[in-house]
């Protein structure tokens, strides 16, 4: 489970994901592929929607130690909401650096 949110003095934009993983079984290295499906919301003073999200991942993992890596990864996420007359795309490409427990 994932969730983002991004904000300035008026507007809110939180995207949930739920997400399904898979570590490759190649040695030295843990390369982990990923997709997630989930929404996204706005919110601005009155107006408030929300839409369809989906993302896609990949992250290259270094082991530090037995149970710990440092990695590197790369998501793509496309969202989108859709009102009335109005369709809002909210779509990029994220790199996130983290720490991970395997077990």
């Known amino acids: 489970m994932e969730s983002y ?9 939180k995207f949930e994901f739920l997400d ?6 190649i040695p030295i290295v843990n390369i982990t592929i990923g997709i997630g499906g989930g ?4 919110s601005t003073g009155s107006y408030g929607n929300s839409g369809n999200a989906t993302q896609f991942w990949v992250s290259a993992g270094f ?3 037995p149970l710990f890596d440092l990695h590197v990864g790369f998501h793509k996420v496309d969202a989108s ?8 795309e909210f779509n990029g490409n994220m790199i996130s650096v983290g720490a991970m427990f395997n077990f």
């Open 5 to 13: 949110s991004i904000h300035d003095d008026a507007t809110t934009i």
């Open 20 to 25: 399904i993983s898979y570590l490759l079984p």
């Open 39 to 42: 929404k996204v919301d706005l």
């Open 63 to 65: 082991p530090i130690i």
């Open 81 to 88: 909401i859709h009102d009335d007359a109005l369709t809002l």
